[in-house]
Structure formats: C-alpha cells, structure tokens
C-alpha cells in the first residue's frame, strides 16, 4: 500500500469512535469537519471519515453521553462542537486499550509462521 491509498472502509468501520474519543480527548471541542480532517492530515491522508459515517457516529455518541453539543455561530452559519464528557473520557481509555491489544494480538497473528508437511 503505497502512502496515498485509502485504507477500506470495512476494515476501518469498527475504529471510528475510538478514533474520535481519542481526538476530542485531545483538543478542548472541535466540530464535525474539523474532526474529519484532522483524522486525514495525521493519517497523511489514508483514512477518511466521511460526513455519512462521522454525524451518525457523533449522534450515537451524543445520545450515549459520550459526548455533549454547544451550538455557535460563525458568521451565519451554525456551527455544532463536540466535547468530551467524563464518561466519554472513561470509555476513550477501554477502547484504546482495546484497540492496542487488538493490534498486538493481530501482529502475532500475522506473523506466525506456518508448517507445511
């Protein structure tokens, strides 16, 4: 896989909340399209989140308390950011730790050497 192709999106489809808790956790709020490319610029463009997956992903985690909403506006336009609740902090550490054994475990996996005859 060369830099610029795109990771598919089934095998990254189980990744994106995590990737969201992590970020917000890192930054006070951000907004929607914000997130979007901040998870392309420190992916160096490999993954993409499209707005289809990223607002109902948010909206679940709105509705879970994982995340809350302020609403401001820029200019005329609305602008919804998202946060980080102390539960979403919570539940951002067990998926990243979850995540890191899941890759971990996937590296030994695929590094097994297999027998034949």
């Given amino acids: 896989m060369n830099k610029q192709e795109l990771f598919p999106t089934q095998l990254l489809k189980g990744t994106f909340e995590t990737i969201i808790l ?62 980080l609740t102390a539960s979403g902090s919570e539940v951002k550490h067990a998926k990243v730790d979850e995540f890191s054994r899941f890759v971990a475990t996937m590296g030994q996996v695929l590094s097994l050497k297999v027998k034949i005859g």
């Fill in 22 to 83: 992590k970020l917000l956790s890192e930054n006070e709020r951000m907004y929607g399209y914000e997130i979007s490319q901040k998870v392309k610029e420190l992916s160096t463009n490999t993954i993409t989140l499209p707005e289809g997956s990223l607002y109902p992903i948010l909206h679940k985690m709105e509705e879970k308390g994982l995340v809350s909403t302020e609403l401001e506006h820029v200019g005329r336009r609305p602008r919804r950011y998202y946060r």
